[in-house]
């Protein structure tokens, strides 16, 4: 990078850093620091629960998905609105009347103690674990700039965030968030302008959309149903609205946003809105995907987008690399001329020769990407590259190499400061259930200093903890896919817990805490023996917890009532 982007880059993060510990002084306890003194404003309860979600995952990772499959994962949010509209009738009132610190203290009031700590358990296992794959993806970013191994890079980036978020509590991960969340829509809006605008002259934003048509990236519905389809019109409907009440109803990352409002109107406000919002962002992050993939039907690009893993083995192998890349520009060649073709034909109004090049454009397209997907697994065995694909570096390599000095250190920064802001506020929701749940969950301290050090500690414990998951996030592929993926291993079974709590006053804890370990065993099996894509496993989890719980509640297992 340039001098400037450096600059950029720095000020930038120092300033996000400053700006957080400035916001986080004067912690007196865990209320404080735990709740931010539920004083939040609905403004910042909105970017704080989108920051939280937009992590670096999502501005890494969501353009290089659209670029390799097209748009379709939007519809793993179609379920998001539905589902915001049934947490804030049910959930956000029983959990601010009760003045609880997290979601999992009112299952203790409603069921017992054992449920409390299982599903707290659970929340802690999936979050802690996803929460380390986020610290991966800027990772990808200081080990390509700094030209260093990914495990220092992991350790650079674990460590700079834990210091305002071990400071400052959950006022500084909100206020930070809010800041955050501006410069990162501000940054991905102008990286959208910088790709059209890089486009071959008399190319212009209909022609991009029409040609990212032609090659199937423009399938944003689909309305074909298969169970192992990831992302259909469906599975996004049905699967996407229990994983988004569980995740926004019941992560206590998600919780712990609306629980700092000033008040339920505060909190439903900001959870409704982001309901409204989350989609469009989405589709408009994908589009920038689409359109990078245009970009790259104009002009030269690689044929694995990590430049790390294509130099090791043009190193090693430098012979077999040059036939590669010989047969890769061939390829290149052919799709870039069809692509060229395609649109003066389309301007022209050649209707007679345009289905044709159509035709040739699209199988360019698709020759390209099985070649780019044989090179991918072949760097992958023979272990030049970490990952089994190279989704989570087409971004980063068009911005490295396409947008213009100051654009490049400013955009690295954004998705540093996505990472940041999903992180602070997941490790800050871990220290409070580790804390709040495990830890004091028989009494708590009378020392509100106390309460306070051993907050900051719990904190500093799950920094160092997923800095080390991070270590071996290297070859989950897809990092948006992998997040999600683990979320809905855990997701369904916590969601069935509170659907018997809030619906089902009949049960008791016996019950659901049995039911709900059957459950976590069915959905793992499920998603071992590769059944259903992931989504569905949101359901089966949620229903499962029901209809074992209404199974268990007419049965006595060993003489003895499980109701009690």
Not at 122 to 136: E, K, P
Not at 232 to 247: D, E, P
Not at 250 to 258: A, I
Request: charged share 15%; hydrophobic share 50%; glycine share 8%.
């Amino acid at each position: 990078m340039s001098t400037i982007d450096w600059l950029v880059l720095l000020l930038t993060l120092i300033f996000i850093i400053a700006y957080g510990l400035l916001k986080g002084r004067k912690q007196n306890g865990s209320y404080t620091y735990l709740l931010a003194e539920r004083q939040m404003p609905w403004y910042i309860v909105l970017s704080g629960i989108m920051a939280t979600q937009a992590s670096a995952i999502t501005f890494l990772s969501a353009p290089g998905q659209a670029y390799t499959d097209g748009m379709r994962f939007v519809q793993y949010y179609f379920g998001l609105p539905v589902a915001m509209v049934v947490i804030c009738v049910t959930f956000i009132p029983i959990f601010r009347k009760l003045n609880v610190y997290t979601a999992y203290e009112y299952l203790e009031k409603r069921f017992d103690k054992k449920t409390r700590l299982l599903t707290a358990s659970l929340f802690l296992l999936s979050r802690g674990l996803s929460t380390g794959i986020s610290i991966y993806a800027p990772a990808i970013i200081f080990s390509s700039i700094l030209n260093i191994n990914i495990y220092a890079a992991n350790l650079i980036t674990g460590g700079l965030l834990v210091i305002y978020t071990y400071t400052g509590g959950a006022k500084a991960v909100a206020h930070t968030q809010k800041l955050q969340f501006l410069i990162i829509i501000s940054a991905m809006a102008w990286a959208g302008y910088e790709v059209v605008h890089r486009l071959p002259a008399g190319v212009g934003m209909t022609d991009a959309l029409y040609l990212a048509g032609k090659a199937g990236k423009l399938n944003v519905i689909t309305t074909a149903f298969t169970w192992k389809d990831k992302y259909n019109l469906w599975s996004g409907l049905i699967g996407g609205f229990f994983l988004a009440l569980s995740y926004f109803g019941t992560d206590q990352s998600q919780v712990g946003r609306y629980l700092t409002a000033k008040n339920d109107n505060e909190g439903k406000s900001g959870l409704l809105l982001n309901g409204i919002v989350k989609i469009p962002m989405q589709f408009l992050i994908l589009l920038l995907g689409t359109l990078v993939f245009v970009f790259y039907s104009y002009s030269p690009a690689p044929v694995n987008f990590n430049n790390v893993a294509t130099e090791k083995f043009s190193q090693a192998e430098p012979a077999a690399a040059m036939e590669i890349n010989k047969r890769y520009e061939a390829l290149r060649a052919a799709n870039m001329r069809s692509a060229a073709e395609l649109t003066s034909l389309r301007r022209s109004g050649a209707a007679s020769r345009l289905a044709d090049n159509e035709t040739s454009y699209k199988g360019t397209c698709e020759e390209i990407r099985k070649f780019r997907d044989s090179v991918s697994v072949m760097l992958s065995a023979k272990k030049y590259s970490a990952d089994k694909n190279d989704v989570n570096y087409i971004f980063l390599y068009f911005v490295r190499h396409s947008l213009p000095v100051g654009v490049v250190g400013l955009l690295f920064a954004v998705i540093i400061l996505a990472s940041w802001g999903s992180i602070s506020a997941a490790l800050n929701s871990l220290a409070a259930s580790s804390l709040m749940d495990i830890h004091l969950h028989k009494k708590k301290y009378n020392s509100p200093e106390r309460e306070l050090a051993l907050g900051r500690w719990h904190t500093l414990g799950w920094g160092i903890f997923c800095i080390l998951i991070a270590m071996f996030a290297a070859r989950l592929g897809s990092l948006i896919e992998a997040v999600n993926i683990l979320g809905s291993l855990f997701y369904g079974t916590i969601l069935g817990i509170f659907l018997v709590a809030f619906y089902i006053k009949r049960i008791g804890g016996g019950v659901v805490f049995t039911a709900a370990i059957i459950t976590e065993i069915v959905v793992i099996s499920v998603y071992y023996c590769d059944i259903v894509s992931f989504l569905w496993l949101n359901v089966i989890g949620a229903m499962l917890v029901v209809i074992i719980s209404f199974v268990l509640l007419f049965c006595r297992v060993g003489g003895k009532n499980l109701t009690n």
